[in-house]
């Protein structure tokens, strides 16, 4: 049978609105648990952008500082080049391009030297404030996923990814050229001295100039960096969310079932009422209130210093407790102030104190006479 326009617009009408939600939407915020299972992946908020910012900006300050030495070492290695290696008869042997060349490496890689040192510790000072110390094994574990050419071709190609990839390169090519326009606007008349200086004084000059250039450049980047880390934080936080189905799951696996506990502590306390049933056959008098409270007391002199709390119960355990005091023949005793007290001071299988000493040893008096008789 066909449903009418009319029909259907009424059926929809009596559906639920949750019907139509999305169980599986993630409105959860992660858990510890999910947190620390995502870091021992090697899954942490990373900047890539405040990695090279930093390593930028560390490196030309470095330059800023080291400057003039390494300018100094990089004259000498052309002063050493032009005047001394030109003139050895074997510079064009084997022998002679390797020991050139080996010199040469040296004396750039001594110059070098802090400039690559500094920025290597930049970079590991830049990972460490975004992750911490981490160590993890996972990342570098081969996975077939991660090879996988297709999946591969989607993140690539991704609306998302090349929309935030064309955002952060025209957010930096802007930095860049406002930067470089303004630095060369302010060293335009400077520049043009320069064909009155030394070559020399040129090239400090000009090195001095590139070295503030980068250093203003990395300031720049580093105040962008800094917003892209807050949205990768912000990124990961997201992806991290949970579903609330997942963290039943996760109370489950950690705290376990709650229908699964209950039903253990049911069962517990099903044990230890048998437990304390199978004792009220052993005592000597059961003290009740006369309805809502019994206790059941045992006295034996030679094992006991004093008498014995063997079993106690409220309303239907009580009542239970004067069932099984009955068939197993134990006296009952009325007396509703003891009974209430003993209740509320002495634990199961703990001896009554001093101060109910009086009070306890006339009943069980009265018991042990009853038996006598």
């Known amino acids: 049978m066909e449903l009418t326009e009319y029909e259907i617009d009424d059926l929809y009408l009596r559906i639920p609105l949750q019907f139509f939600a999305d169980s599986d939407e993630k409105t959860e915020e992660p858990t510890a648990k999910r947190k620390k299972e995502a870091r021992d992946k090697g899954q942490v908020p990373k900047s890539t952008e405040l990695n090279s910012a930093i390593v930028l900006l560390f490196g030309f300050v470095c330059l800023k500082s080291f400057g003039i030495k390494l300018y100094t070492g990089m004259l000498e290695i052309i002063n050493l080049t032009f005047e001394v290696y030109m003139y050895k008869e074997d510079l064009f042997t084997v022998k002679g391009i390797i020991s050139l060349g080996t010199d040469l490496a040296i004396m750039f890689f001594t110059a070098m030297l802090p400039i690559f040192g500094v920025m290597m510790l930049a970079g590991v000072i830049s990972n460490m404030m975004q992750s911490g110390l981490l160590f993890t094994a996972e990342t570098i574990k081969p996975k077939f996923s991660n090879i996988s050419p297709l999946k591969g071709i989607k993140q690539m190609f991704s609306l998302k990814q090349i929309a935030e990839f064309f955002l952060k390169t025209i957010v930096k ?201």
């Open 173 to 373: 090519v802007v930095i860049v050229g406002i930067v470089a326009y303004q630095t060369i606007s302010d060293n335009v008349h400077a520049l043009l001295n320069t064909m009155n200086l030394t070559p020399a004084a040129t090239g400090e000059y000009i090195m001095t100039t590139i070295v503030d250039l980068g250093i203003r450049l990395g300031m720049f980047l580093f105040v962008f960096a800094i917003i892209d880390w807050i949205i990768q934080k912000r990124k990961h936080k997201t992806q991290l969310k949970m579903t609330k189905q997942e963290v039943k799951e996760e109370y489950k696996q950690t705290e376990g079932d709650p229908q699964i506990k209950g039903k253990i502590r049911q069962k517990q306390r099903q044990m230890a009422m048998s437990r304390m049933m199978r004792e009220v056959p052993k005592a000597d008098v059961v003290i009740t209130n006369p309805t809502h409270f019994a206790v059941a007391i045992k006295y034996d002199p030679n094992e006991d210093d004093a008498p014995i709390v063997v079993a106690k119960g409220q309303d239907y355990v009580a009542l239970r407790i004067k069932e099984v005091a009955r068939e197993s023949n134990v006296q009952i005793v009325e007396n509703k102030a003891l009974a209430r007290t003993l209740y509320a001071a002495v634990d199961i299988g703990e001896a009554i104190p001093e101060e109910l000493y009086q009070a306890v040893a006339e009943v069980l008096a009265y018991v042990f006479s009853m038996r006598a008789s």
